[in-house]
């Protein structure tokens, strides 16, 4: 024991989490340093897996150094275990490039002005309303991810000024996260409790739509007191290109119906098949390519390149891809030298009776996750407990772990796809929204510890 304490507090282990601490520090300061985060979050990856084979011994855990240094070293078992963690993280690029790809493609067909025309009330606080509820719902059924870039997007042409279109789509990111919490497909660590059995999906929507829903109104209460006025629409000339374009309103409407259709059908398509949930996206671009490069050879004026796929895909946000690559690498290393081991080993030394334990565990990890990817915490915590499907403890867990990561922007992947969409400043987001987060979270934890206490 004392041995394993005197590696922890030596050698490259420790280096690993200062640099990891350096490099947050960097993106969160993204706009005074005038460094862009991607490129921030890319170093911060490379340096901590180079660091990591460099460092061999010292910067593992004794407990995790012998299960990867097997019999062939530790530097020959390192290279499919970051392939493993690639592959991982891999799906949720691909899953982004094809949503961001669909939407972008909506978008470019007119699908988007035909709802933004729908929406005429100029009222803040109304209008916030009803981007929020509507980002809950649809969180639901598509996932956080897709239902952000396709509301970001909408607010887009709806809102002119940055700093509100920033509020608005910090709203939305607060609002997916809620919706992706209490169902079994609206977010990734939702499907991951489902699919290993730990929860039920008609349960797990019963016993944490409450809280969820709780978690997204006491913010929009508060944020009514906060708004006031009219919001500014986009100028007339933004969209002029848009309302001369050759594309008849009965296209866009067939192209917004089917892309927002097959978005739907991703989550159908995984429950059916069992497979990711990027194969059904890639399939779904697939489909809309198609139907899109026919119809660009049958309607005069759509032969250009403009309304091909071909090109739409190289307007998507690479730098937010790349974020994505970089920051997950980074939180990947810290899982394998073990420092999320010992986080989960250290909370559950929390010094308290059943069941307020394992309800401070849960509400920990959802406030961890809006600083380390929630994915590996609840990973780690699924491997250390063994309770059966439906516990209390799943349940919460979900709820925390779904919403927790809204308190800071790059807490989620619904808030890095915000953030890289309408370039959302760190700090900004921290001094103008994590508190409200914070109190949504806190007190849907609390609807949720009510019921346990009142019901169960």
């Given at each position: 024991?004392?041995?394993?304490?005197?590696?922890?507090?030596?050698?490259?282990?420790?280096?690993?989490?200062?640099?990891?601490?350096?490099?947050?520090?960097?993106?969160?300061?993204?706009?005074?340093?005038?460094?862009?985060?991607?490129?921030?979050?890319?170093?911060?990856?490379?340096?901590?897996?180079?660091?990591?084979?460099?460092g061999?011994?010292?910067?593992?855990?004794?407990?995790?150094?012998?299960q990867?240094?097997?019999?062939?070293?530790?530097?020959?078992?390192?290279?499919?275990i970051?392939?493993?963690?690639?592959?991982?993280?891999?799906?949720?690029?691909?899953?982004?490039?094809?949503?961001?790809?669909?939407?972008?493609?909506?978008?470019?067909?007119?699908g988007?002005?035909?709802?933004?025309d729908?929406?005429?009330t100029?009222?803040?606080?109304?209008?916030?309303w009803?981007v929020?509820i509507?980002?809950?719902?649809?969180s639901?059924?598509?996932?956080?991810?897709t239902?952000?870039?396709v509301?970001?997007?909408?607010?887009?042409k709806?809102?002119?000024?940055?700093k509100d279109r920033?509020?608005?789509a910090?709203f939305?990111?607060?609002?997916?996260?809620?919706?992706?919490?209490?169902?079994?497909i609206g977010?990734?660590?939702?499907?991951?409790?489902?699919?290993?059995?730990?929860?039920?999906?008609?349960?797990?929507?019963?016993?944490?739509?409450?809280?969820?829903?709780?978690?997204?109104?006491?913010?929009?209460l508060i944020?009514?007191?906060?708004?006031?006025?009219?919001?500014?629409?986009?100028?007339?000339?933004?969209?002029?290109?848009l309302?001369?374009?050759?594309i008849?309103?009965?296209?866009?409407?067939?192209?917004?119906?089917?892309?927002?259709?097959?978005?739907?059908?991703v989550?159908?398509f995984?429950?059916?098949?069992?497979?990711?949930?990027?194969?059904?996206?890639?399939?779904?671009?697939?489909?809309?390519?198609?139907v899109?490069?026919l119809?660009?050879?049958?309607?005069?004026?759509?032969?250009?390149?403009?309304?091909?796929?071909?090109?739409?895909?190289r307007?998507?946000?690479?730098?937010?891809?790349?974020?994505?690559?970089?920051?997950?690498?980074?939180?990947?290393?810290?899982?394998?030298?073990?420092?999320?081991?010992?986080?989960?080993?250290?909370?559950?030394?929390?010094?308290?009776?059943?069941?307020h334990?394992?309800?401070?565990?849960?509400?920990?990890?959802?406030?961890?996750?809006?600083?380390?990817?929630?994915?590996?915490?609840?990973?780690g915590?699924m491997a250390?407990y063994?309770?059966p499907?439906?516990?209390?403890?799943?349940?919460?867990?979900?709820?925390?772990?779904?919403?927790?990561?809204?308190?800071?922007?790059?807490?989620?992947?619904?808030g890095?796809?915000?953030m890289?969409?309408?370039?959302?400043?760190?700090?900004?987001?921290?001094?103008?929204?994590?508190w409200?987060?914070l109190?949504?979270?806190?007190?849907?934890?609390?609807?949720?510890?009510?019921?346990?206490?009142?019901?169960d």
């Amino acid at each position: 024991m004392l041995h394993q304490k005197h590696l922890l507090m030596q050698g490259t282990f420790i280096t690993i989490l200062v640099m990891f601490i350096i490099g947050y520090c960097f993106i969160a300061l993204e706009h005074p340093l005038k460094i862009n985060k991607s490129a921030s979050a890319l170093l911060l990856g490379v340096i901590l897996w180079t660091l990591l084979i460099v460092g061999g011994e010292s910067a593992v855990i004794p407990s995790l150094f012998a299960q990867y240094n097997g019999g062939e070293g530790f530097l020959h078992n390192m290279h499919p275990i970051l392939i493993e963690h690639l592959g991982d993280i891999c799906e949720i690029l691909f899953f982004l490039m094809g949503a961001m790809t669909i939407v972008e493609l909506i978008d470019t067909y007119g699908g988007f002005k035909i709802i933004t025309d729908k929406i005429q009330t100029a009222s803040k606080v109304k209008l916030l309303w009803i981007v929020s509820i509507l980002s809950f719902f649809m969180s639901a059924v598509l996932d956080n991810m897709t239902t952000t870039i396709v509301m970001v997007t909408l607010l887009s042409k709806l809102i002119a000024k940055q700093k509100d279109r920033w509020f608005f789509a910090s709203f939305v990111v607060l609002a997916a996260n809620a919706g992706g919490a209490w169902s079994p497909i609206g977010d990734v660590t939702t499907i991951m409790l489902w699919i290993a059995g730990k929860v039920s999906a008609v349960n797990i929507m019963l016993k944490t739509f409450l809280a969820s829903l709780t978690s997204i109104c006491i913010p929009l209460l508060i944020a009514s007191f906060m708004l006031k006025g009219t919001l500014e629409r986009p100028d007339e000339e933004v969209n002029l290109e848009l309302a001369n374009h050759p594309i008849s309103k009965k296209v866009s409407t067939i192209i917004l119906i089917l892309g927002v259709g097959l978005l739907l059908c991703v989550p159908v398509f995984k429950t059916l098949t069992h497979l990711p949930p990027y194969i059904g996206m890639l399939g779904a671009l697939g489909i809309l390519w198609v139907v899109t490069e026919l119809m660009t050879a049958k309607i005069p004026g759509l032969s250009t390149d403009k309304y091909k796929v071909i090109s739409i895909i190289r307007r998507i946000d690479m730098p937010s891809i790349l974020f994505f690559l970089g920051i997950l690498l980074a939180v990947a290393a810290l899982q394998v030298c073990g420092h999320l081991t010992i986080l989960s080993q250290s909370l559950d030394n929390i010094n308290l009776a059943e069941p307020h334990k394992y309800f401070a565990i849960s509400g920990i990890i959802g406030i961890l996750s809006s600083i380390v990817d929630n994915v590996p915490l609840v990973a780690g915590t699924m491997a250390m407990y063994s309770f059966p499907m439906d516990h209390y403890f799943w349940e919460m867990l979900a709820y925390c772990a779904g919403t927790g990561g809204s308190i800071l922007i790059i807490g989620s992947a619904a808030g890095v796809a915000a953030m890289g969409l309408e370039k959302i400043d760190f700090i900004w987001y921290l001094k103008k929204i994590s508190w409200i987060a914070l109190v949504g979270y806190l007190t849907g934890a609390l609807i949720y510890m009510g019921q346990y206490f009142i019901f169960d």
